[in-house]
């Protein structure tokens, strides 16, 4: 069988997961072609953590039923956090990114001697370039993102946590570390290939790898640092409790240079929010955190936040705001909440209209401008000309 494979993810964990799909289908005797032209099936990795991405996700994929006769799949996180929107739009195979073993049996034909989980587990790829922005200017319509201009070193899938928000966690898979020798030879590969010191690692909660296989996240920083003294750290998708549990250790690895970006979600500056997402953490303990950072003068951290939740008030959302605007990340990414029927958060009361969660997005748009940070939201450029370049490329 001929199979295209298009990634409509924003984030770059799921390339772990498609070259993963490609490698079993090359194992399986099915030959991957470089257009959907070419193919009897199309297998589009879909994208839904936030009702913008998920949108586009299912243009394209009415796009790909309406231009192609091939088989067109919807693999990735919609079969599960959207179910009832994928099925009113769209009329072809489901492939539930929980199941994906059994999924890809039956609709590839897969050996049992040779089954995706015991397939390519560990993903890594060279840096694309050094700067993302400069690169963009200099090659109009290739996609270059922040990650890019490291090392990409993807160490665990799923999480732990159980935020009443999460909508992923309807689609993650059970949670599991990949094995930490495999990590360091991976990355020693690319190091000597390339030449390249600057490291990003990836996961859906990175604090928590190495909790199912008896190690941690300092254990594998450790590890790394052998493979070359001289590697340099960006962590991404750092929940503030895991900072909390090793809080000497990385900003020893902060203050000595180690450590050269990180990405905090907070969600929430506001203690009544925070306990309603379930987020299992105290105001103070971000501040904590934050307050350090700032001591420490080191700038090249980001956060996430999340914009109408159930519940929140006007003063809920200012007290996140003045914490945005005291604390001073690098970047941000704002999103609207986004309802999923099967998530906690469905069952809380007080929902905030549309009409006002994008007023107080828009608000924190020209706070942000005025203050000179950079921002990602629904109605923001940036997250459009990603989608714009995602849904041109002809690769994963």
Same mark, same amino acid.
């Given at each position: 069988?001929?199979?295209?494979?298009?990634?409509?993810?924003?984030?770059?964990?799921?390339?772990?997961?498609?070259?993963?799909?490609?490698? $079993?289908l090359i194992d399986n005797n099915h030959q991957l072609v470089d257009s959907p032209e070419k193919s009897d099936s199309i297998l589009v990795w879909?994208?839904?953590?936030?009702?913008?991405?998920?949108?586009?996700?299912?243009?394209?994929?009415?796009?790909?039923?309406?231009?192609?006769?091939?088989?067109?799949?919807?693999?990735?996180?919609?079969?599960?956090?959207?179910?009832?929107?994928?099925?009113?739009?769209?009329?072809?195979?489901?492939?539930?990114?929980?199941?994906?073993?059994?999924?890809?049996?039956?609709?590839?034909?897969?050996?049992?001697?040779?089954?995706?989980?015991?397939?390519?587990?560990?993903?890594?790829?060279?840096?694309?370039?050094?700067?993302?922005?400069?690169?963009?200017?200099?090659?109009?319509?290739?996609d270059a993102s922040f990650h890019d201009q490291f090392i990409k070193l993807v160490v665990s899938e799923g999480c732990l946590y159980q935020c009443?928000?999460?909508?992923?966690?309807?689609?993650?898979?059970? $949670?599991?570390?990949?094995?930490?020798?495999?990590?360091?030879?991976?990355c020693a590969h690319l190091v000597k290939k390339t030449g390249r010191k600057e490291v990003i690692l990836l996961a859906d909660s990175l604090g928590?790898?190495?909790?199912?296989?008896?190690?941690?996240?300092?254990?594998?920083?450790?590890?790394?640092?052998?493979?070359?003294?001289? @590697?340099?750290?960006?962590?991404?998708?750092?929940?503030?409790?895991?900072?909390?549990?090793?809080?000497?250790? @990385?900003?020893?690895?902060?203050?000595?240079?180690?450590?050269?970006?990180?990405?905090?979600?907070?969600?929430?500056?506001?203690?009544?929010?925070?306990?309603?997402?379930?987020?299992? $953490?105290?105001?103070?303990?971000?501040?904590?955190?934050?307050?350090?950072?700032?001591?420490?003068?080191?700038?090249?951290?980001?956060?996430?936040?999340?914009?109408?939740?159930?519940?929140?008030?006007?003063?809920?959302?200012?007290?996140?705001?003045?914490?945005?605007?005291?604390?001073?990340?690098?970047?941000?990414?704002?999103?609207?909440?986004?309802?999923?029927?099967?998530?906690?958060?469905?069952?809380?009361?007080?929902?905030?209209?549309?009409?006002?969660?994008?007023?107080?997005?828009?608000?924190?748009?020209?706070?942000?401008?005025?203050?000179?940070?950079?921002?990602?939201?629904?109605?923001?450029?940036?997250?459009?000309?990603? @989608?714009?370049?995602?849904?041109?490329?002809?690769?994963?």
């Amino acid at each position: 069988m001929k199979v295209f494979i298009k990634g409509l993810n924003t984030c770059v964990m799921r390339k772990q997961k498609l070259t993963q799909y490609m490698q $079993y289908l090359i194992d399986n005797n099915h030959q991957l072609v470089d257009s959907p032209e070419k193919s009897d099936s199309i297998l589009v990795w879909t994208c839904a953590f936030r009702s913008d991405v998920r949108d586009n996700s299912l243009d394209q994929l009415e796009l790909y039923e309406k231009t192609y006769d091939s088989n067109i799949i919807a693999a990735g996180c919609m079969p599960d956090i959207s179910p009832d929107i994928l099925e009113s739009r769209f009329h072809g195979e489901l492939l539930p990114w929980k199941d994906d073993s059994a999924g890809m049996e039956r609709l590839f034909d897969g050996n049992p001697d040779k089954p995706l989980d015991k397939t390519v587990p560990i993903f890594t790829q060279e840096a694309y370039c050094h700067d993302a922005e400069l690169f963009r200017k200099e090659n109009p319509g290739k996609d270059a993102s922040f990650h890019d201009q490291f090392i990409k070193l993807v160490v665990s899938e799923g999480c732990l946590y159980q935020c009443a928000y999460c909508s992923e966690r309807l689609a993650f898979p059970p $949670y599991h570390s990949f094995d930490l020798e495999g990590l360091a030879t991976s990355c020693a590969h690319l190091v000597k290939k390339t030449g390249r010191k600057e490291v990003i690692l990836l996961a859906d909660s990175l604090g928590q790898y190495g909790r199912d296989i008896g190690i941690n996240l300092v254990d594998l920083l450790r590890r790394l640092k052998k493979v070359d003294s001289n @590697l340099v750290f960006a962590l991404n998708n750092l929940h503030c409790n895991d900072v909390i549990q090793f809080f000497d250790e @990385l900003f020893a690895m902060v203050q000595n240079g180690d450590i050269c970006h990180l990405n905090l979600p907070i969600q929430s500056g506001s203690p009544q929010v925070l306990k309603r997402m379930n987020r299992s $953490y105290e105001l103070g303990d971000i501040q904590r955190v934050f307050e350090k950072l700032n001591e420490l003068d080191f700038r090249e951290f980001d956060t996430h936040i999340i914009i109408g939740f159930p519940g929140e008030t006007e003063d809920d959302f200012k007290q996140t705001l003045d914490f945005i605007l005291r604390y001073r990340p690098k970047y941000v990414l704002a999103s609207k909440y986004m309802d999923s029927l099967d998530a906690p958060a469905h069952n809380l009361s007080n929902k905030v209209e549309d009409e006002v969660a994008f007023k107080r997005i828009r608000e924190f748009e020209t706070q942000m401008i005025k203050a000179g940070i950079l921002y990602n939201s629904e109605l923001g450029e940036l997250m459009r000309n990603r @989608l714009e370049r995602v849904n041109a490329r002809n690769e994963i």
